[in-house]
C-alpha cells in the first residue's frame, strides 16, 4: 500500500511538474513599441547675393509609432504618423510645409499561416489651418478637423512579417467631416457636415533594406466608393528612404502622391528632403 501511495505520489508530482513546464513554455503576450523622433532644419541667408536670394528658415518635425500586440493567434497593429512643418521666407512670413495626423489600427485574428480575419480603422486630419498663395489674398484650404476622414471595416489580412504585410477589406465605410466653412467640399454635399461612403479598401506596407545603411519603406492605400463613381479608385501612395548617417544623424526623402477627385481635381504630390536629427527607441513588452 505504501508502494502504491509513493508511486501515485511521484506520478502526480510528475505530472504536475509536466503541465507547468508547458504552461509555462506556451507564447506570452507580447507588445513591441518601435518610436522614432526626427527633427529637419534647412536655413539660407543671402547678403549681397548677385544672383539674387531671398533669406529662408525652414523646420520640419516628425513622430511616429509603432505598437504591435501578439498574443496566440491576435494580432494587433497600430501605427501613429505625425508630422508638422514651418518655412519663414523675409517679406512673406510663416508658410506651413507639412501638417499630418494619421492613426491606423488593424487588428486580425489567425485562419492560416499568413492569413487573418480582420478588422480596419484610419482617423486623418491636419492640425491647423493651410492657405493656397497661388493667388492674393491668400485661400484658406483646410484647417483643423477640416477635412477628417474616418474609415473602418471588416476584411482579410495578409501578414508575413511587421516588415510586409496587405489587407482586402471590400465593404470598408467611409466617413468625411467638415465644419460650416467647408461645406460643399471635399464631398460633402452642401449645407451638410458629413458624407458617408461604402465601398472597396485595399492597404499595404512593405519595408526593405535598399542597401548598407538605406532602408525604403513604402505606403499604399487604394479605395473606390460603390456609393459614387465605382470605377474611381483613390490612391495615397507614400515611400520614405532613411540614410543612415550615425546613430543619431539622418537623411530624409519622402515621396507622396495623392489621387482623389474629392479633395482636388490635380495629382497631389509632396516632396520633402532633408539631413536632421533623428531618435529611434524600440521596446518590448512580455507579461
Do not use: C
Request: hydrophobic share 40%.
Amino acid at each position: 500500500m505504501k508502494r502504491v501511495l509513493l508511486f501515485l505520489f511521484l506520478f502526480l508530482s510528475i505530472s504536475f511538474y509536466a503541465q507547468k513546464k508547458k504552461k509555462d513554455t506556451l507564447p506570452k503576450p507580447t507588445w513591441k513599441i518601435h518610436g522614432r523622433f526626427a527633427f529637419i532644419f534647412n536655413q539660407s541667408s543671402f547678403s549681397n547675393w548677385a544672383s539674387g536670394g531671398e533669406n529662408t528658415i525652414a523646420g520640419n518635425i516628425n513622430i511616429n509609432y509603432d505598437f504591435n500586440y501578439k498574443k496566440k493567434n491576435l494580432n494587433w497593429d497600430t501605427r501613429l504618423i505625425t508630422s508638422y512643418g514651418l518655412s519663414y521666407i523675409s517679406d512673406k512670413g510663416y508658410r506651413k510645409t507639412d501638417d499630418r495626423f494619421e492613426l491606423n489600427s488593424l487588428a486580425g485574428l489567425k485562419t492560416g499561416k499568413y492569413w487573418f480575419l480582420s478588422f480596419i480603422t484610419n482617423f486623418k486630419t491636419q492640425y491647423t489651418k493651410g492657405f493656397s498663395y497661388k493667388k492674393e489674398p491668400k485661400l484658406l484650404v483646410s484647417e483643423f478637423l477640416s477635412p477628417a476622414y474616418l474609415t473602418f471595416g471588416p476584411g482579410m489580412l495578409w501578414k508575413k512579417s511587421d516588415a510586409l504585410n496587405f489587407n482586402i477589406a471590400p465593404a470598408t465605410a467611409r466617413y468625411t467631416f467638415v465644419n460650416d466653412f467647408f461645406s460643399g467640399k471635399f464631398g460633402v454635399a452642401q449645407g451638410k457636415n458629413k458624407a458617408f461612403s461604402l465601398g472597396f479598401n485595399f492597404s499595404g506596407y512593405y519595408k526593405f533594406s535598399l542597401m548598407t545603411n538605406v532602408e525604403m519603406e513604402n505606403i499604399l492605400t487604394l479605395y473606390s466608393d460603390y456609393l459614387k463613381a465605382a470605377g474611381n479608385i483613390d490612391l495615397d501612395y507614400q515611400t520614405n528612404i532613411h540614410f543612415v548617417v550615425n546613430k543619431h544623424i539622418k537623411m530624409h526623402m519622402t515621396f507622396h502622391i495623392i489621387i482623389d477627385d474629392n479633395a482636388s481635381s490635380k495629382i497631389q504630390f509632396r516632396q520633402l528632403f532633408g539631413l536632421g536629427v533623428n531618435y529611434s527607441f524600440h521596446q518590448k513588452v512580455t507579461y
